[in-house]
């Protein structure tokens, strides 16, 4: 798969995730935000309004040695609060880019 970048992700991944495929520093990034005192998921990029669109799916599992062999837990259009608790008693969470289906 090309890589042009090196950065560990297809430039086709690059496109889905919509981060620049010749720059290692530009990459899908998730991590825990706090707002108004609830934590949330975040990622970014976060294609609100992107063409085509993007849904985000969150996978979960308590015990990472298990792997993510379960469903999403969520999915979800672009721009979405995802409150953390509603992700319990996952520990270990990953967000997945897709095309929208039509
Ligand atoms: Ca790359």
């Not at 970014?44 to 999403?72: C, K, Q």
């Not at 672009?78 to 969470?93: C, D, E, H, I, Q």
Request: no cysteine; proline share 8%; net charge negative.
């Amino acid at each position: 798969m090309d890589d042009s970048d090196a950065d560990g992700m297809a430039t086709w991944e690059e496109y889905l995730a919509g981060t620049n495929p010749t720059n290692a520093l530009s990459r899908f990034k998730a991590d825990i935000i706090e707002k108004n005192g609830i934590a949330y998921i975040h990622w970014v990029p976060d294609l609100t309004n992107a063409l085509p669109a993007r849904t985000y799916a969150i996978h979960g599992v308590t015990n990472l040695a298990e792997g993510f062999t379960s469903g999403p837990v969520t999915n979800l259009p672009a721009g979405t609060p995802v409150p953390l608790k509603s992700l319990m008693p996952n520990r270990f969470l990953k967000v997945r880019v897709d095309l929208e289906q039509h």
